[in-house]
């Protein structure tokens, strides 16, 4: 018995001596030396694999033709030097997995000269020539993009580590690996040592090298930073974001850490999440691949995988990312950073069938096991729908500093999708746009939210950069549809203020399809001034499509003035109140964004009810707005003092209240009729709604009558200073008590 025990003990640090001796093996970041049998065991048996596979071979075989280039570099984003350092990097990635799948030399050849070919040339390159960057690289003009360099170029050197042998390995490491490391790490403390999308690639720059090259001191580099940096406390970038502050973590586990709030939404916003998951979750697969004893998919309660979801569900109904802070219209889930997020969110997730949909619609997967992994069950037809439904992520690192609700309502062709966005500042790249919304039929914008000022990689426009227009309009509150008071913008404009506050979650309730709301409170954008925002997704009989109810409470110790827009897209219609037009245009303002608007057309509201109705992509639109007298009304488009034509030619409503002290904002948007430019049918163009009325207001509460054309009346009543879904309240409005039990109340009134 005894022997047997001692047999088994032994064979038990054999194999754990075996499987350690694999780990660390090459390949063994995102391909592993267990893992490519099984891969070339399934080769021609999974499409999506395989075809991934055949054009990945294409592409690479085409350049190898071409041959290896590595100019000097000398261009911004957009320029041929930046395009082919970049080109390189992305290609000489996949010649190593093609290397390692296949078995043809001609890749590892391919990879061994390219990378000599950068050990000749980094030696020699000084700072990059161009420098608007706070961080400059050497082979690009910032180091966020050598950084991206290395990420790629990592995983190349593991698959041909062994191929290329240990005296031109020496050569590598020491003239071109860990000199790029230590460059981008101690020679760039204010790019590395910091949280942000930027240090997220330099730490997992460092930390992919390190695998490969078993360096344990760059590894806990990666990790946890650098000790000592030498960095002032309150230093900024070039957008003016933070880059220390007292007591800041750093490294990869910190960046894991605080930007992510428990429900996986990243502060920057989904444009820039989705650009920092391929560091994120490749580096967590090579993690988990050499070193399983840190369990990276468990760290923060799983928050990686759970970022992958968030990410998901912050798209419209064709996977494009709400563009929220700074974010490109059209970036979505078929970028090549959200094919390898789904696969590994797959693998390393707990297998989730509905995730294989996303991959479906991506059409390729990842040349890994966990590409391999989603190809095998998609075949076998495993894969079920990923429903996007109505969600409140909230942000912050605890969770606390405010969120984005998106609420969603589908019917069996058509998805009405409002976001309201009330989260904390967003880092650098956050908007000035507290209580701000978008609106949306499908993919089309109902109300929109601007997005970045930047031609992305267009090397005619900035060099591709960000444009000044990004912080003179983009930044600003006007740009966003939300209150401005005074013509300024919210913390006027200052990060550093912004940054120390955020919204407040009063209300979100999704329970029922037919009446989703989100309501928030901001109380820091502006001096003495407390903002409730309210919007409620309204399935109602008697409309043909749902309405969205927005109430927008304001009071301030002083009388203000505050604007209130509405930015829409397509044609104007009609409008129910008299306007004028100016034969000379003139910009609505000086400062803070107002001097980018030009004001074409200028009136009063004359009626308790405005309307406001335009037509985009084959649908009518109408806005009913709650009015007094002399509020102003303001038909403006975007342009002014833009002499480089950098901003689109957008065009929008203001509703202006001059003098106030306390007022609400009470607007109804209704999606009605379709239009035709086959048949030339106009169907349901006129809006079913005959009036908004605000029946009710204190303290408390504030009621809304909806009334239709049809004579039916839609009451809703909510409760503004008690959010409790228990509390009872009785409440006599125009002669009739209503009393209910929770936040709101609503009744169609025949």
Known sequence: MKNKVLILLAFTILLLVSENAIAQSHPRLVLTKKGVPEIKANLGKAPLFDSSLLEVKKEVDAEIALGIE????????????????????????????????????????????????????????????????????????????????????????DCVYDFIGAADRAILEKELFRPFADFISIGSPQFFNRVHNHSTWGNVAVGMIALVMDDAELLDRALNGLKEDGLPAGMKDNDGGLIKQEGQKTG???????????????????????????????????????????????????????????????????????????????MSYYSRELVSSVDIAYLYGGKDASLLSIAEKQGRVQLDNAGMAVALAVKKKLAKPFIKKSIDLSDGQDGNQGGVAVIRNKSKDDELTLVMKYTSQGSSHGHFDKLSFSYYNNDSEILQDYGLARFVNIEQKGGGNYLKENETWAKQTIAHNTIIQNETSNFKGDFEIGDKFSSKRYF?????????????????????????????????????????????QVKSNTPNQYDLPFYYLGQM???????????????????????????????KAGDENIKFSWLDHGSFYTLTSVTQQDDELLLVSLGANDPNFNLRRDAG???????????????????????????????????????????????NYIGVSIKNKNGTSFLFVFATANNSVSKKHTLEIKGTTYSWVGTYFSKVIK
């Open 508 to 552: 979100f309730d999704s329970s029922n399809p037919k009446i989703q709301i989100i309501s928030a409170i901001e109380d820091n954008a502006y001096p003495n001034t407390k903002m409730h925002r309210t919007m409620a997704l309204l399935e109602i009989d008697g409309y043909e499509k749902p309405l969205l109810l927005d109430i927008f």
């Open 573 to 603: 219609m009609t409008a129910s109140f008299k306007y004028e037009t100016p034969k000379t245009l003139e910009s609505l303002g000086r400062s803070f964004g107002y001097q980018h608007l030009w004001k074409e057309g200028f009136g």
């Open 252 to 330: 990869f586990l910190a960046n894991v850490d605080e930007p992510f709030s428990l429900d996986g939404y990243y502060n920057e916003g989904p444009y820039y999440q989705r650009y920092a998951m391929y560091p994120f979750l490749v580096f967590a697969e090579a993690l988990q691949n050499t070193k399983p004893d840190l369990k990276i998919f468990e760290y923060k309660k799983g928050i990686l995988i759970k970022s992958v979801y968030a990410l998901l569900n912050l798209t419209n109904s064709e996977g494009e990312f709400f563009p929220l802070n700074d974010g490109q219209k059209g």
């Open 653 to 699: 409503l203001i509703i202006r209240k001059k003098n106030v002290q306390q007022t609400s904002y009470i607007n109804v948007i209704e999606t009605h009729g379709s239009y035709s430019t086959v048949t030339e049918a106009a169907i349901n163009a006129s809006s079913s709604i005959i009036t908004v009325e605000k029946v009710y207001e204190d303290e």
């Open 70 to 157: 590595v100019p000097i570099p000398k261009d911004f984003s957009g320029g041929y030097t930046h395009e082919r350092h970049k080109k390189n990097f992305l290609i000489v990635q996949k010649a190593g997995f093609l290397y390692q799948i296949l078995g043809d030399k001609k890749y590892a050849v391919y990879v061994k000269e390219m990378l000599m070919a950068y050990a000749k040339l980094y030696p020699t390159l000084p700072l990059h020539p161009q420098e608007r960057s706070y961080a400059r690289g050497k082979l690009f003009w910032q180091a966020l993009n050598d950084a991206n360099w290395l990420v790629y170029t990592s995983q190349a050197y």
